[in-house]
């Protein structure tokens, strides 16, 4: 196993236990989904906490991680070819960490397939939309006289809400009876928009049915409450 010595983030964090893959993140809606993950599947792993608040994904460091200076990151000491392997973009992650692994991904091409598309769904989708809800209507956003924006989002949102509502008819989980990458994806986005961002009432969540259920039973695995937590706010 090669050092972390060629990523200049592990000197403006360093490592103290370089063999563990290293994780840069915070536990935000994005962020979660990859600590999340790692609780599931049980590899050591070693969390730094990136103070975006004080711009510190804009380091020149993290910057040479991730060019986009966004939350999360990560680098595998024992990556393809046993090289140590720097990834950004929480869902490219949440691939990755399957593949390595194995697990919280269907092994049949087709199931295998079904779930990545939800992962899609929610980075394409239900990610952009209920943040741009929490810009609205908690963030300087809601300044904004006209209130067009924010019903624009709002009324995606709570469509995106009955996407979800639909497909987990008849299932426990988005891919039916297996939880997978799709649900972590997804949980932190949803628990984010109506506790978080407050907007509960604003997209009538308590009138659906299954998606509060599928929350609860997310938000019921050890995993989750672990990984909802990590890494510790700076």
């Not at 899609?120 to 209920?130: I, R």
């Not at 067009?148 to 709002?154: A, D, G, S």
């Not at 995606?156 to 997978?180: A, H």
Request: charged letters at 25%; one cysteine or more.
């Amino acid at each position: 196993m090669s050092s972390l010595s060629a990523f200049p983030i592990a000197a403006r964090w360093p490592a103290q236990h370089p063999e563990r893959l290293q994780l840069y993140s915070v536990p935000t809606p994005n962020g979660v989904k990859v600590s999340i993950a790692l609780e599931e599947i049980e590899l050591p792993y070693e969390p730094h906490a990136i103070d975006i608040g004080k711009n510190e994904s804009w380091t020149p460091e993290f910057l040479s991680l991730n060019p986009n200076g966004k939350i999360p990151a990560i680098i595998d000491p024992d990556g393809p070819g046993g090289k140590p392997f720097g990834l950004f973009e929480s869902g490219a992650i949440l691939l990755y960490l399957a593949e390595k692994t194995g697990l919280l991904l269907p092994r049949g091409a087709a199931a295998r397939y079904e779930t990545i598309q939800w992962v899609f769904f929610q980075m394409a989708a239900v990610g952009p939309m209920f943040g741009q809800v929490g810009y609205f209507y908690k963030f300087a956003g809601r300044e904004i006289e006209d209130k067009r924006p924010l019903e624009r989002y709002r009324a995606e949102s709570k469509r995106l809400l009955g996407v979800l509502e639909t497909r987990l008819d008849g299932r426990r989980w988005i891919m039916g009876d297996e939880y997978t990458i799709a649900d972590i994806s997804l949980l932190g986005w949803v628990r984010n928009l109506i506790g978080f961002y407050g907007a509960r009432d604003l997209v009538a969540f308590d009138d659906l049915e299954r998606v509060p259920s599928w929350l609860d039973r997310c938000l019921a695995r050890p995993a989750v409450q672990r990984g909802l937590e990590i890494p510790k706010r700076p």
